[in-house]
C-alpha cells in the first residue's frame, strides 16, 4: 500500500517470506495494531493460530484488535493456564496468592480462586474471520485423495466388454471369416494356440472407404474377444509440449497391457502413423517412432501378450510402411460398402422407429448399390424429412413409403464412388508385394478398371 511505513513494508515481505514464523508474525500483527489497523491485525493473529492453535499471545492479541474485553491483563506466560482455553485441556491447579500479589485481578474477590475467569467466544471471532482466513483442512480429505487417485488412473477410457458382437454386422462374410482366422479362433482354441505356437496377439489393419463401418467392426471383435476396448485417436496423443505425445503413446499401451485382454483401436492411422519420408516436423516423426515400439512390446517386459491392435484408415497408402510390416499390423483387411443382406440390416435398423408403411425393402436394397452404411443413414433421414414436410403442408400426418426412399435413394450419391477413383490408381500402379491384391479384385468384379 501506498502508505505504509517502511517498517511495516520490510515486516510484510518477511512474513510473506517465512509463512510459519509466528513470533515474527505476531510482532507484525502488534504493529498493525498500534497503526490503528485493527482488521489486518484480526487476520495477522488468525493466521498465527491456524500454525500455532494454542498459542495464547495470538489469542490475546486477537481480543485486543476486535476490542473486545480481555479475559485478563496481559500475564507472564507462566499464569496462562488460569483461563480455560476453548478446547477440553486439563489445566494445572493455581497456586495460591497473595492479596497484594501483582497476579490478582484488581478488582477480583476473595473467592476469585475458585471462579475461572470469563472465556472468550471463539466462535463469534470465527464468524468475523472466516473471510479473512480460509479453512485449514478440507472437509473429506480421505475422499478427495481417492478421487485424485482414481483420475489418475482413468487418464484413458477403457470400455468394459461390450454386447456387440459379429453376428450383429449384417453381411460381409468375407470379412467376418478373416477375422475369425486372425483373432477369434486362437481365443476361443487356447490348446491350439499353444500347440501351433501362436502368440495372444496380433495388429490387423482394416482399410476402406469412408462409413463403412470399420469402428463398429473393431467393437465387435472386442464383444467376440470378450476383451476390453481403448479407442485412439490423433487428439488423444498429439501434446504441445516436445515428449508428451511420445509419453502418451506409451501410457496408452501401458494401460491396454494392465487391462488385457484389449482391444486397442487406432481410429484414422493414416494422420497418426503418416509416412516418416513425407513428415517435415520431427515432433510427429517421433511420434510414429515411439508407436513402432509399442507395436513390438519392447518398452514392456512382458511383451504385448493379450494386447491386439486393430487399426482403421481410409488411404492405407499414406500409412508409414514399417507399421505393416510382420509382427505389428501384418494384416489388411479390406472393408468394402455393405452388401444386400448387410443393407437390408442397416435399413432395417435406422427404419425401426419410424413411422413407416409398406416399405418394400428389396427394391430399396438394389437401388442403394454401392452405397455405405453412412449414405443409407442418410437415405433414411431424408426420406423422413419429405415425409414430414408433406405432413406439415397438408395438415394430416402420413407414413414414410418406399415412393419416399426410392426418390431419396436417386437424389444421393453413393460417398464410396470418390474414393473407389483414387484407390483404383494405387491397385493399378502401387501395389508392391500386392498389398492391394484384394481391393484389385473387387474392382475388376465391378468392371472399374
Known amino acids: 500500500m501506498a502508505d505504509e511505513s517502511p517498517l511495516i513494508r520490510s515486516l510484510r515481505a518477511a512474513v510473506a517470506a517465512a509463512p510459519g514464523d509466528v513470533p515474527l508474525r505476531l510482532h507484525f500483527a502488534e504493529l498493525l495494531l498500534t497503526e490503528g489497523r485493527n482488521d489486518e491485525a484480526v487476520a495477522e493473529a488468525a493466521v498465527a493460530l491456524q500454525h500455532a492453535p494454542g498459542d495464547a499471545n495470538a489469542r490475546a492479541l486477537m481480543v ?19 483461563a480455560p482455553a476453548p478446547a477440553p485441556e486439563v489445566s494445572a491447579p493455581r497456586p495460591p496468592v497473595s492479596p497484594a500479589s501483582p497476579e490478582t485481578p484488581a478488582d477480583a474477590a476473595p473467592p476469585a480462586p475458585e471462579t475461572p475467569a470469563p472465556s472468550f467466544d471463539w466462535d463469534a471471532a470465527e464468524q468475523q474471520v472466516q473471510d479473512l482466513v480460509g479453512p485449514r483442512f478440507l472437509d473429506e480429505p480421505q475422499a478427495d485423495g ?43 482354441n487356447p490348446e491350439l494356440r499353444r500347440l501351433y505356437g501362436k502368440s495372444l496377439r496380433g495388429g490387423l489393419l482394416l482399410y476402406g472407404p469412408p462409413g463403412c463401418g470399420k469402428t463398429f467392426i473393431a467393437r465387435a471383435v472386442a464383444g467376440e474377444l470378450g476383451a476390453n476396448f481403448l479407442t485412439v485417436s490423433l487428439s488423444d496423443v498429439l501434446d504441445m509440449w516436445i515428449g508428451a505425445s511420445e509419453k502418451n503413446i506409451h501410457d496408452i499401451f501401458e494401460t491396454a497391457r494392465r487391462q488385457a485382454p484389449c482391444v486397442v483401436f487406432l481410429d484414422e492411422l493414416d494422420a497418426l502413423g503418416a509416412k516418416r519420408s513425407r513428415t517435415h516436423h520431427s515432433g510427429l516423426r517421433n511420434v510414429v517412432n515411439q508407436l513402432l515400439t509399442e507395436l513390438d512390446g519392447i518398452a514392456s517386459g512382458a511383451g504385448n501378450e493379450g494386447v491386439f491392435v486393430l487399426a482403421a484408415t481410409n488411404v492405407p497408402w499414406d500409412v508409414d510402411i514399417a507399421l505393416r510390416r510382420p509382427g505389428r499390423l501384418d494384416r489388411t483387411l479390406l472393408v468394402l460398402p455393405p452388401d444386400a443382406a448387410a443393407r437390408e440390416s442397416i435399413l432395417r435398423y435406422h427404419l425401426r422407429e419410424r413411422p413407416i408403411e409398406a416399405v418394400d425393402l428389396g427394391k ?24 414430414l414436410l408433406d405432413s406439415a403442408r397438408t395438415g394430416s400426418v402420413r407414413l414414410i413409403t418406399t415412393k419416399d426412399l426410392l426418390g431419396a435413394a436417386r437424389q444421393i450419391k453413393p460417398s464410396t464412388e470418390p474414393w473407389f477413383a483414387a484407390a483404383r490408381n494405387v491397385a493399378m500402379f502401387a501395389n508392391e508385394g500386392g498389398l492391394y491384391d484384394d481391393l484389385l479384385a473387387h474392382l475388376k468384379r465391378k468392371r472399374k478398371l
Open 364 to 387: 430399396l436394397v438394389k437401388a442403394t448399390e454401392d452405397f455405405s452404411g453412412a449414405d443409407l443413414a442418410h437415405v433414411c433421414e431424408s426420406a423422413a424429412e419429405a415425409a
Open 146 to 188: 481417492a478421487e485424485g487417485t482414481a483420475g489418475d488412473a482413468d487418464a484413458w477410457d477403457v470400455d468394459a466388454p461390450g454386447a456387440v458382437r459379429l453376428a450383429d454386422v449384417g453381411g460381409m462374410e468375407e470379412v467376418k471369416e478373416r477375422l475369425e482366422a486372425a483373432f477369434l479362433a486362437p481365443m476361443r
Open 64 to 82: 485486543r484488535a476486535m476490542g473486545m474485553p480481555p479475559a485478563s491483563p496481559p500475564t507472564p506466560p507462566a499464569p496462562a493456564p488460569e
